[in-house]
């Protein structure tokens, strides 16, 4: 998958027109976004991700509206095309210490640490970056509207699911493969058979209320 330059003979889509417009006044745009926010196990990932101004990635959007397979072609695509990438990773132990929304925060603060450039306007789906002196938008389903926060929706989804895998072949018993840690009916019935091991997230309600066998 490659890039393809704007001109005015073409048609700009939407989610690309959105950031085609802020680059007038800020070159440098950063769409944030993370994945993990919600399951029982595993890490929170963010990633901060800058597009070069004049091309556009077919394909882009939500990560959610993504097949696996699109996903990583997507992955590749953003990676090879963009001006920097950027991703934090903030595991189980520390989500557990400061929660879930502290944790996101804080990841997104490193993935934008870990940018080759200095972003002139980040764009942030749904969360405020008090601690990051850069200007900003928190955007309510942002990686619907911008094109570069969908980006980091593809980036954060792709690495945490490929850490998910790690962590199935280390776990086998809970069949992280299948779920990545989310909590459908399967993986508390697995939680409730075996007990949470390292991952889960002992914090949430769903992981430190179950009852084990035999009263342990």
Not at 4 to 27: G, T, V
Not at 38 to 46: E, M, Q, S
Not at 127 to 135: M, P, S
Request: overall charge neutral; glycine content about 6%.
């Amino acid at each position: 998958m490659i890039s393809e330059n704007i001109s005015s003979d073409n048609i700009i889509p939407p989610i690309f027109k959105y950031d085609a417009e802020l680059r007038e006044q800020h070159p440098h745009i950063a769409g944030i976004d993370e994945a993990g926010r919600g399951p029982l196990a595993g890490p929170v990932v963010a990633a901060a991700v800058i597009l070069p101004s004049g091309c556009v990635l077919p394909g882009i959007r939500d990560s959610k509206k993504t097949t696996e397979i699109e996903r990583k072609g997507l992955f590749w695509s953003i990676v090879h095309n963009a001006d920097s990438v950027g991703v934090g990773i903030i595991g189980p132990e520390v989500i557990d210490e400061i929660n879930i929304l502290e944790s996101t925060k804080l990841a997104m603060k490193i993935a934008v640490e870990e940018l080759t450039l200095t972003p002139d306007l980040l764009l942030i789906d749904a969360v405020k970056l008090t601690k990051v002196d850069i200007k900003q938008r928190s955007m309510f389903k942002g990686e619907s509207v911008s094109a570069s926060i969908a980006a980091a929706s593809i980036i954060a989804k792709v690495v945490r699911d490929d850490i998910m895998m790690d962590y199935h072949e280390k776990y086998p018993v809970y069949r992280f493969k299948n779920h990545k840690g989310y909590s459908t009916k399967a993986h508390m019935e697995l939680i409730q058979t075996h007990g949470p091991c390292s991952i889960h997230r002992m914090s949430f309600n769903k992981v430190k209320d179950v009852k084990l066998p035999f009263g342990d």
